[in-house]
């Protein structure tokens, strides 16, 4: 092999791993919000298990993280609990930057 061919299979398996990373932190996101909604919901038990299976369904709809807001916006609604855009938006942001730090430090 070559540099250049070590170049590129180094940058391929960076792109992968980027992408692994990505993956599980949107995942753990997803969990952490569903556990937040599912408790302005008084969900508890297989109830906010199966919450939060849900919600991680629905990210897999469509690219990006708005088949997720639209769901758990949705279902707060449904259950008239009231919260404004910005504020499920700004936990969505919070939970993300904390499930990054939790992989890179290595927690569970």
Same mark, same amino acid.
């Given at each position: 092999?070559?540099?250049?061919?070590?170049?590129?299979?180094?940058?391929? !398996?960076?792109?992968?791993?980027?992408?692994?990373?990505?993956? +599980?932190?949107?995942?753990?996101? !997803?969990?952490? /919000?569903?556990?937040?909604?599912?408790?302005?919901? *008084?969900?508890? *038990?297989?109830? /906010?298990?199966?919450?939060?299976?849900?919600?991680? +369904?629905?990210? /897999?709809?469509?690219?990006?993280?708005?088949?997720?807001?639209?769901?758990?916006?949705?279902? /707060?609604?449904?259950?008239?609990?009231?919260?404004?855009?910005?504020?499920?938006?700004?936990?969505?942001?919070?939970?993300?930057?904390?499930?990054?730090?939790?992989?890179?430090?290595?927690?569970?």
């Amino acid at each position: 092999m070559t540099t250049f061919d070590d170049r590129e299979k180094a940058f391929e !398996n960076k792109f992968a791993h980027d992408a692994d990373l990505k993956f +599980k932190a949107e995942q753990r996101r !997803n969990k952490m /919000l569903a556990e937040w909604v599912g408790a302005k919901l *008084g969900m508890s *038990g297989t109830a /906010l298990d199966d919450y939060i299976k849900a919600v991680r +369904k629905a990210d /897999l709809a469509e690219k990006g993280h708005g088949d997720v807001f639209a769901k758990v916006k949705a279902d /707060l609604a449904a259950k008239g609990v009231a919260i404004a855009d910005t504020e499920i938006r700004q936990q969505m942001g919070e939970f993300l930057a904390k499930a990054v730090a939790d992989i890179e430090t290595g927690k569970a």
